[in-house]
């Protein structure tokens, strides 16, 4: 199988089937899933909030990084379950976005910078 391909219908169902079992579908409104959303994020930034190595150093830490991967299980499943729930065909808002951003940044103008459109 092909490691960058994601079968999402099969994570969506898994994720409804598990919500179901447990009657927490009821709690599963945008506004608790977007501040679940938020709480695993930052989670996630907590791992590497002090970090001096920019978080090369976590990466390179097996115990660190284990972390990583369940934070970011944890971002990517309320994300499903969000847009599950707002029938949202996020491959093709994904791409859209990007081409959106392309045109707002261009490579003639920020190739090296960080700036914002606005300020270019």
Known sequence: ???DLINL???KEKLRTFSEDRDWTQYHSPKNLVMALSVEVSELVEIF???N????????DPKQKEKIKK???DIFNYLVKLIDLLDVDIETEALQKIKENAEKYPVEKVKGKSAKYTDL
């Open 49 to 51: 909030q002090w970090s």
């Open 71 to 73: 934070e970011l299980a």
């Open 9 to 11: 219908g099969v994570i």
């Open 1 to 3: 199988m092909d490691k």
């Open 53 to 60: 190595s920019g978080g090369l150093d976590e990466i390179n």
